[in-house]
């Protein structure tokens, strides 16, 4: 039943995780995952060990405990016990006999505790705010968790799309090396700029080894998230960029936050946590009201008059001396505590909320910039200074200048692409939406008890 659940909501999260796909050069045969299959490895591997963190299967048994009604007692008494048990006795249950015991007598009776004051309501309702708080520590989980493999996954596309330009930037040295070789024989160009060009096309030799481990590492990083699945150090992420939806970037600063405190799972849960306490506070001034327990059985005595009897009773313990005095005051300690947890995790969700509001709004522009012509001039000055260059209209110091202007802006652009997607999905985190659809996050799976 579990692994049905949890198969259930890995595919309820892909789902919400769909995003556009954008085709990449590869210079592996290393297989390519989105990153919703990412996710998918993720969930899989990882849902059941979650849930158990945040005690779901627990809160819902301390549900069934808190709901649970007091178990009868039985009991049962042998009185009169002696040498010589009512021997001649003129009872009405006895022979009359001088030397015949008419035995002992023999008592059963059933008790039943009855709570009053409403005590198993208020612990019925408390335990149910509590499960309902595990859950939303759930989803607050699935919401941070989904976002550190997010991070995970678009550091490793960095690495990648910075071993893609490296190696891009070596190929590029390398033609250029054989074109200038040719020239250098013909005397077009003088040995020491020869050698610079080399020096540089060694540079970026050594950059594209720089680039190959930042790869390796970043590809641990994220097996080590999934919990190394097998063929992990295979993996290579797609150059898949999210489809920018509406997740509320276009509100005002005000409106935002007042989205992000009706949704956050963990303001919920904080919520939740308070009128769980408000329920253990009055739970416990109802304390000092007695429960009571009532008796009920059957007597059979031989030595008495009546041989047959029943009897009922009662009793209750007096609160005389200890009125539940500590339990009230601990419980209202309790309620404070809560309040200002409450408090502080709105103040938290408010700062979350700008600071990502205002990093998105950066990042978004800083890409819009490079995309509006900033890319297209550093490719333009390359290829103009290599072309001035082949033909010996400009200086090799002028070629070199070029050729790292152009690695540096794209360096810069890829950086920002990555700097925008986190910041995207940060923003949604903030406000406590799925990312790709603009909804509240998923409920948790119930699990199986």
């Not at 001088?98 to 035995?103: D, H, K, L, M, W």
């Not at 600063?253 to 849960?269: F, M, S, V």
């Not at 950066?362 to 900033?374: A, M, P, Y």
């Not at 001039?377 to 001035?388: F, G, I, K, M, P």
């Amino acid at each position: 039943m579990k692994t049905l659940y949890l198969k259930s909501i890995t595919t309820l999260l892909l789902l919400c995780f769909a995003v556009a796909a954008q085709g990449q050069p590869k210079e592996t045969t290393a297989k390519a995952l989105s990153i919703d299959e990412v996710l998918g490895i993720f969930f899989q591997r990882n849902l059941d060990l979650i849930a158990a963190q945040y005690a779901i299967d627990q809160s819902q048994a301390d549900a069934i405990i808190a709901s649970a009604i007091p178990n009868p007692t039985f009991g049962f008494q042998l009185l009169e016990l002696s040498k010589n048990i009512n021997k001649g006795s003129s009872a009405e249950g006895c022979n009359h006999s001088p030397g015949v015991s008419c035995g002992a007598a023999e008592y059963y009776s059933f008790s039943q505790l009855i709570e009053v004051a409403g005590k198993r309501g208020l612990r019925i309702e408390g335990s149910g705010f509590a499960t309902q708080a595990a859950e939303q520590d759930f989803r607050d989980a699935l919401r941070i968790f989904s976002n550190m493999v997010r991070d995970a996954y678009y550091n490793l596309l960095q690495t990648q799309k910075d071993r893609w330009l490296a190696q891009e930037i070596v190929n590029h040295y390398q033609s250029i090396t054989q074109a200038n070789r040719l020239r250098l024989k013909g005397g077009d160009i003088a040995e020491s700029d020869f050698l610079r060009v080399n020096i540089e096309a060694i540079r970026a030799e050594s950059d594209l080894d720089k680039a190959r481990t930042a790869v390796e590492q970043a590809k641990a990083n994220l097996a080590m998230i999934l919990r190394w699945p097998e063929q992990s150090m295979a993996y290579e992420a797609k150059e898949q960029w999210p489809e920018i939806m509406d997740i509320g970037q276009h509100l005002g600063q005000q409106q935002l936050i007042d989205k992000a405190l009706e949704l956050r799972p963990d303001l919920q849960a904080d919520k939740l946590r308070a009128e769980q306490a408000k329920k253990e506070l009055a739970l416990a001034h109802r304390l000092k009201y007695p429960d009571v327990t009532v008796t009920a059985g059957y007597a059979r005595d031989p030595s008495n008059n009546v041989l047959d009897s029943g009897f009922v009773g009662f009793n209750v313990p007096l609160p005389v001396f200890y009125q539940y005095q500590g339990e009230a005051n601990k419980a209202a300690v309790n309620v404070n505590q809560s309040q200002l947890a409450l408090e502080q995790t709105g103040l938290n969700i408010r700062n979350d909320v700008v600071s990502a509001l205002a990093t998105w709004q950066s990042t978004d522009k800083i890409v819009h910039r490079f995309e509006d012509g900033l890319l297209k001039a550093a490719v333009d000055v390359r290829d103009s200074a290599e072309l001035a260059y082949s033909k010996g209209a400009t200086s090799v110091l002028d070629f070199i200048d070029a050729q790292r202007n152009y690695k540096n802006i794209m360096h810069e652009y890829y950086l920002a692409l990555i700097d925008r997607t986190n910041a995207y999905y940060d923003l949604a985190k903030s406000v406590g939406v799925e990312p790709n659809n603009g909804h509240p996050p998923l409920p948790p799976p119930k699990l199986s008890r």
